[in-house]
């Protein structure tokens, strides 16, 4: 099949699941006029949420510092290093003053490849736990914005405009299963000005940012 052609039959896939997901939605009662006025579905900006979070930059941030002095911290370590691999030269290869130095260079390199490594590991896990503190409140935050005004489902969907001369964001567009939506049934900016709201409010509490809590 010609690469045309695989677009055209993705091009009518995705009109094709459009229409039959707007047909369950008029099914179900889903009115132009919006969640407020007591729509069934509602839809939330999963990716707006996280860029424009108050707790997920502070914790980000604070992870980068640290991520920034680990770095320098490995540099400092690495340029040591390399001062005493230069006295290498003072020595004659062979003598024990040169194995001797040899094998410390070897040792320290050896432990600072592994003290690397595990931190680029720490580093990851920290990252891992901050996404899924903050998607927990997102949930938390919905699932009582939902309760309270009667909603049925919340769908995650993707606001972002797409870029007519980038192949990839064409394509992405091309995949977002909601074609079509009306205004008010975006939820995203009640739920991130809620979370923020909460963040400060916590904050201003405790006199402090918050910490990440400790990982089980």
């Known amino acids: 099949m010609s ?7 993705w091009i009518v896939g995705v009109v094709v699941t459009g229409l039959l997901a707007a047909d369950l939605a008029a099914q179900q009662g889903v009115r132009s006029v919006g969640v407020r006025s007591g ?3 509602a839809l939330l900006d999963i990716s707006v949420i996280f860029k424009n979070n108050t707790r997920f930059k502070q914790h980000m941030a604070d992870l980068q510092a640290d991520m920034q002095r680990a770095e320098e911290q490995i540099k400092k370590e690495r ?6 691999s230069e006295r290498l030269n003072d020595y004659k290869a062979g003598t024990l003053e040169y194995k001797q130095l040899e094998e410390e260079i070897a040792k320290r390199s050896a432990d600072l490849n ?3 490594q595990l931190q680029k590991k720490e580093f990851a896990k920290t990252e891992a736990r901050i996404y899924h503190m903050i998607y927990q409140e997102i949930q938390q935050e919905v699932d009582a914005f939902a309760q309270a005004n009667g909603i049925a489902a919340v769908l995650k969907f993707s606001s972002e405009a797409a870029d007519g001369d980038n192949p990839d964001s064409v394509l992405r567009d091309l995949n977002k ?5 009306s205004r008010g049934l975006d939820i995203t900016p009640i739920i991130l000005e809620s979370l923020n709201r ?3 409010q916590q904050s201003d509490l405790r006199g402090g940012p918050i910490n990440l809590p400790p990982r089980r």
Do not use: E, G, N, T
Request: positive net charge.
């Open 177 to 181: 299963p909601v074609i079509w939506y």
């Open 39 to 41: 729509s069934d579905i």
């Open 198 to 200: 909460r963040a400060l």
């Open 114 to 116: 592994v003290r690397f």
């Open 3 to 9: 690469k045309s052609r695989i677009w055209i039959a």
């Open 79 to 84: 340029d040591s290093l390399r001062a005493l």
